[in-house]
């Protein structure tokens, strides 16, 4: 994830976009056997509502699909 801020800040830099570029820290997480990852699925597609971005998250024009990796492809 360093990597990654790292080329990104470079890019935005270049770019004349000023910072700050990101929230401090850093978290991930990882789906649990116990957990519905339609339910994670449905809390991250509705951020832009509760934003109050859109009234709908159907009406936010950047979602995208959730795309799993089984242990076997990584």
């Known amino acids: 994830m ?3 801020k790292v080329a990104m800040v470079r890019v935005l830099k270049d770019e004349g976009v000023g910072g700050p ?5 850093f978290f991930d997480h990882v789906l649990r056997g116990s957990e519905s ?10 951020n832009p509502v509760r934003a109050g971005l859109v009234k709908r998250a159907e ?3 950047f979602w995208g699909q959730v795309h799993l990796l089984r242990s076997d492809e990584v």
């Open 59 to 61: 009406d936010w024009p």
């Open 2 to 4: 360093s990597g990654l």
């Open 37 to 46: 990852a339609s339910e994670k699925w449905e809390y991250v597609r509705n």
């Open 21 to 25: 570029y990101w929230q401090k820290g």
